[in-house]
């Protein structure tokens, strides 16, 4: 279901708002929304090493993006 969503998300910024790039960040203990994004064709751009303190740990805050032309040529591909 979360897939799905991006996948609406994604299509309205691309073809409706005509943006070039949707950007997103996340801390890295939530792999399922990495992995989830990963799918949806979400590059990993980058980390803020040790960011975000929670429960007694630090965590990586970790930056992704799409482009539109990435975007474009996965749809071609499903």
């Known amino acids: 279901m979360g897939s799905e969503a991006i996948h609406f998300l994604q299509d309205y910024v691309f073809r409706k708002l005509n943006l070039n790039r949707l950007q997103l960040n996340l801390h890295e203990y939530n792999l399922r929304a990495y992995n989830c994004y990963k799918k949806c064709g979400f590059i990993e751009e980058g980390r803020l090493r040790k960011h975000f303190f929670m429960n007694g740990q630090y965590w990586d805050t970790i930056w992704m993006s799409i482009l539109k ?10």
């Open 69 to 78: 032309d990435e975007y474009l040529q996965l749809q071609l591909n499903d």
